[in-house]
């Protein structure tokens, strides 16, 4: 499994028991103790989501979309130029270490724009 699914699957686990501990206080009986650790299970998980979602981008996450949210400029419909160059001969490889997934870089300055899991036709 991803490492990043895991975090955030094991952290929303913490959160709905914190979220448990918490209903229990306010409905059953109040303990400050347990008003504490519920809102500390619920809040920390918050935090590790957080750090995660603000990750590098991965492969998986440098997608099509993904460049041309980025770099509006540098995609017009299929048309696609480099993001530091403005070159327009952009190229296709494979992964080495990833099968399926291909890279799409720019042939002028060998920069990477972004990935893509389909073979180029
Ligand atoms: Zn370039």
Redesign the pocket.
């Known amino acids: 499994m991803e490492n990043k699914t895991f975090v955030v699957i094991i952290s929303s686990i913490v959160m709905l028991i914190g979220a448990g501990v918490l209903l229990f206080v306010l409905l059953l009986k109040f303990d400050l103790f347990l008003l504490i650790l519920g809102g500390l299970l619920v809040f920390i998980p918050v935090i590790f989501i957080k750090n995660q979602l603000n990750k590098s981008e991965t492969i998986e996450d440098k997608t099509y979309e993904w460049y041309k949210e980025k770099y509006p400029d540098n995609v017009q419909g299929d048309f696609v130029t480099?993001f530091?160059?403005e070159?327009n001969s952009i190229d296709v490889r494979p992964l080495i270490h990833e099968t399926f997934q291909h890279e799409i870089f720019?042939t002028?300055?060998a920069?990477t724009l972004y990935y893509s899991s389909k073979s180029p036709s």
Do not use: A, E, W, Y
């Open positions: 480099c530091t160059c070159n720019c002028q300055c920069k």
